[in-house]
């Protein structure tokens, strides 16, 4: 947006007009081929220091768009730690994305913010945002001085861009053990999961650029990968199926016997699957394309995943590779540590739970046994369950063959026999029904679904789906409905069997 109108920065008091003419005298970038990070980390310091008279700052972010798209941070490194959220230029960045950005800096601790987009040609080759602490600084003076030094840096990000078609600018390190030692004491420093995987994104991000960073770990025997980071995984883009296991499953079949390898293109090579939680902050429908993969092992069985992700296609290079699998033999043992943990506290709360008496637990057994009415049964069950489990919705899932179920709720009206089927690989609950999982969490949209088995003589015959805005300790939850789950099953089963034998076949129909 180097020819944005000066009125899209924030209208604040305007800053002492510079002299007429007046250029900006910016500092030079060597780029007879990518340079490594710390030349571009000694270049935009250099540049923050002659523009702060014209243009005062205690921010001054810099970001290039390389043309196979994605955002790639110039500096501070420091913000690379930061949740700021750079949409992508389509091929232009809109004057409300712009006024968003400077909204994010000024809820932050910035009294006066400003952001332009710099455009050569027909497309924007980079961001440039600035803030202070002081109010009513950035003013049309203010935003004039911008618009000069886009135009003065518009050929270097647009050449840095062009490089980066062949690889990032960043590199290996210098001095391998340093920085082995210096992943290794961010490790043991981080005080949690995901404290280690934020800390990590911001130390990786100057040797291998990225716009996602995730540590997944292993869980029952390698059919789960948990996100070592904890977020929900909220799918905003995509077709909203993926989740971290599909992807581990994936990342694990191509990596094969090696410690580490990479994906040009993830929606090439795995169409339907999508990062988890994907992009947010309007970038509209861009995907994660690149994806840089290392294994995490201790002593000799792999333990889980060290994932790299970003926008542009084919971005990831051998060198790569090597720095990722350093990082991932460096963090494995932290990690572990992390995972025995979270495991030993989770086991401490399920006995707690175990060992008390559960009055609900035997309300709820009482209620189906003496409530004729299959609907009037199922919500006073449901009203001792979010008792103990707080949630806003129950479903109830009953296998009608090997492949098919049906679902229906307390409110549900039609007999069993009637109620059209649906396979249930499409099902949330598909972990549940065939993958032999106790129990799962799906973290997708704008509900969580904690999902538990239904058995009946050691057979998964359906499942009981719990529907949150957001289940705070999946496991406890997990633990306690899985009570619940065990005084339902068998009245479920009579029900299954009933409606069968009514309908003279399979209690369900496919639609």
């Not at 420091?78 to 006024?99: E, G, K, M, W, Y």
């Not at 209620?367 to 979010?386: K, M, P, Q, Y």
């Amino acid at each position: 947006m180097g020819s944005a109108p000066p009125n899209h920065v924030s209208t604040m008091t305007a800053s002492p007009k510079p002299p007429p003419n007046q250029d900006f005298l910016v500092p030079v970038l060597d780029l007879s081929s990518p340079p490594d990070p710390v030349a571009i980390t000694s270049w935009h310091m250099a540049l923050s220091n002659l523009v702060a008279p014209e243009i005062p700052h205690q921010l001054l972010g810099l970001w290039v768009f390389p043309e196979r798209g994605g955002s790639l941070l110039l500096g501070p490194e420091a913000l690379a730690q930061d949740s700021l959220s750079i949409p992508d230029p389509a091929p232009t960045l809109s004057q409300d994305q712009l006024f968003d950005l400077e909204e994010t800096l000024r809820r932050a601790k910035y009294a006066s913010a400003a952001a332009i987009a710099i455009r050569a040609g027909s497309r924007d080759v980079g961001l440039l945002v600035v803030g202070t602490f002081e109010a009513g600084v950035y003013g049309p003076a203010a935003a004039r001085a911008m618009i000069r030094l886009g135009e003065r840096l518009a050929p270097t990000l647009e050449t840095l861009g062009k490089l980066l078609v062949s690889g990032p600018p960043a590199r290996a390190p210098s001095d391998e053990v340093s920085f082995a030692a210096v992943v290794a004491d961010l490790a043991n420093q981080a005080p949690s999961g995901p404290e280690l995987v934020r800390q990590l994104s911001g130390l990786l991000h100057r040797h291998v650029p990225h716009d996602r960073l995730e540590v997944l770990v292993y869980a029952n025997a390698q059919r789960t990968a948990l996100p070592l980071s904890g977020l929900s995984g909220r799918r905003r883009w995509g077709a909203g199926t993926s989740t971290w296991s599909d992807l581990a499953r994936l990342f694990d079949e191509i990596v094969g016997a090696d410690a580490s390898a990479t994906i040009p293109n993830l929606p090439a090579e795995a169409p339907g699957l999508t990062w988890p939680g994907g992009l947010s902050g309007g970038s509209g429908p861009a995907r994660i394309a690149s994806v840089a993969v290392a294994r995490l092992t201790l002593g000799g069985e792999p333990i889980g995943l060290l994932v790299l992700g970003h926008v542009g296609q084919g971005l990831y290079r051998p060198v790569d590779e090597a720095i990722l699998t350093e990082a991932a033999a460096v963090i494995a043992g932290r990690v572990m540590a992390f995972r025995l943990d979270t495991e030993s506290q989770s086991l401490r709360g399920q006995l707690e739970i175990l060992q008390a008496p559960s009055l609900p637990v035997l309300r709820a057994a009482e209620i189906l046994a003496s409530t004729a009415h299959l609907g009037e049964a199922l919500h006073r069950f449901d009203r001792e369950v979010n008792e103990v489990v707080p949630h806003q919705g129950a479903a109830f899932l009953l296998r009608v063959s090997e492949s098919e179920v049906i679902e229906f709720t307390a409110d549900t009206l039609r007999p069993l026999a009637d109620l059209a089927s649906t396979p249930i690989d499409a099902s949330l609950a598909r972990t549940v029904l065939t993958e032999g999982s106790p129990w799962s969490v799906d973290q997708g949209g704008e509900e969580d679904h904690l999902i538990v088995a239904l058995r009946v003589a050691g057979r998964v015959i359906g499942a009981l789906v719990l529907k949150a805005t957001r289940f705070e300790s999946p496991r406890d939850a997990a633990a306690m409905t899985q009570q619940f789950a065990a005084v339902l099953a068998p009245h479920l089963e009579l029900l299954r069997r009933t409606a069968g034998a009514r309908a003279g076949q399979p209690a369900a129909r496919r639609t």
